[in-house]
């Protein structure tokens, strides 16, 4: 029998990385309230006591910076002295400065060589979608997000409120060809408090996270690991550096498709980094909902300061039910790749940013990157 394990991770919103893209969409969502045309490329980087913010920016109002990053310290969790990390404690440094003027002509309409809204770089970005989950995503990186955040929900919940903000998750699917079947690993760490045994934090991370997520996918021999090394009360930014950007893989499609490299957070939509890869996911999910294939992968490619791709891939594993030149040929006529286009078309000038940086930037429907509401336009096209 033709047998696959396929494995996908999360993190919760309090793993040091992932604090650096809640501060850095946060700081983003801040400019774009108060300055819709804002521009910026904002970096994170957190350590025991310290919180560095630093990138680029361009905007019409005064931001805090301090505040910002206080307060979404706190709406983590990292808000008392026995999480090692506490916002009201923590020392900010903050390292902005403006946004290249060579960059700027690129992206500003009616600068530059080319005069129409052009790429804030160049580079390639992927898009994927998949018939097996109503999220038209892949399966262990579903779970993997519904894991993590489960973790979040029994902690602010109180739950079980000696867990702190740091945690992880991993869960490895088994496939009997091309179908999943089963869970045959699943993994979690879970940073708690020291004055609670690890025989409780794992009998009820069991019982409160892992049972009420994976429901029947388990079974007698699906191997469950949690805080595997024995210990896991010290973590966060006092046991671990973070970064933003540093979980591409989580942010995406969990491995299970191509990733172009460039992160998300941080980022207003003139970097095609983004825009780019959440148009890309667009298409693809509009193409496996109107049933034109079972399996999408989109690629699109820019140079900077250029609006139209230098160049769109698409591949359907096989499955699709047109040839994928007569697909390309119908996306091409449904679907505006121009940044501008992307911008307005997924209302990319609103602070919507923040609510991606944990748990995944796909799959999610209240992300208008994941309505579905090009079916029929598809279908027409290819008439």
């Not at 699943?186 to 004055?195: F, L, P, Q």
Request: charged letters at 25%.
């Amino acid at each position: 029998m033709d047998i696959k394990l396929m494995t996908s991770e999360s993190v919760t919103e309090g793993h040091p990385d992932k604090i650096c893209d809640q501060i850095s969409d946060s700081i983003l969502d801040e400019m774009l309230k108060k300055d819709p045309d804002s521009h910026a490329a904002i970096e994170c980087f957190v350590t025991n006591g310290l919180v560095v913010v630093g990138g680029e920016a361009r905007t019409k109002q005064y931001i805090q910076v301090d505040d910002i990053v206080r307060r979404t310290l706190k709406n983590i969790g990292y808000n008392n002295a026995e999480s090692g990390f506490d916002c009201d404690s923590v020392g900010i440094i903050s390292a902005l400065h403006a946004q290249s003027l060579e960059i700027a002509q690129g992206v500003d309409e009616g600068q530059g060589e080319h005069k129409e809204q052009g790429a804030g770089d160049q580079g390639l970005m992927y898009g994927f979608a998949t018939k097996e989950t109503k999220e038209l995503m892949p399966l262990p990186i579903i779970l993997a997000h519904k894991l993590a955040a489960r973790l979040a929900e029994v902690r602010h919940k109180k739950i079980l409120p000696y867990l702190k903000p740091d945690g992880k998750s991993q869960v490895t699917v088994e496939y009997h060809r091309g179908q999943a079947k089963r869970v045959e690993t699943v993994v979690i760490a879970a940073c708690h408090s020291d004055k609670i045994r690890l025989a409780k934090v794992r009998a009820d991370i069991l019982a409160k996270v892992i049972k009420p997520v994976l429901g029947k996918l388990l079974d007698n021999q699906t191997k469950v690991y949690i805080n595997s090394t024995g210990a896991f009360s010290f973590g966060g930014p006092a046991a671990d550096t973070g970064l933003t950007g540093r979980k591409i893989i989580v942010d995406t499609y969990g491995g299970l498709a191509r990733h172009g490299g460039g992160c998300f957070s941080g980022k207003d939509s003139s970097k095609v980094d983004r825009s780019g890869a959440y148009m890309a996911r667009y298409v693809a999910k509009n193409i496996v909902a109107a049933g034109l294939a079972d399996k999408c992968e989109l690629q699109v490619a820019y140079a900077i300061g250029v609006a139209q791709p230098v160049g769109i891939y698409l591949d359907t594993y096989g499955t699709g039910k047109y040839s994928e030149g007569l697909i390309l040929k119908a996306l091409k006529k449904v679907f505006d790749f121009r940044p501008k286009a992307i911008i307005k078309q997924l209302g990319l000038k609103k602070p919507v940013f923040l609510r991606t940086a944990a748990y995944g930037h796909f799959g999610r429907p209240d992300f208008a990157w994941e309505k579905t509401d090009k079916i029929k336009a598809l279908k027409n096209a290819l008439k």
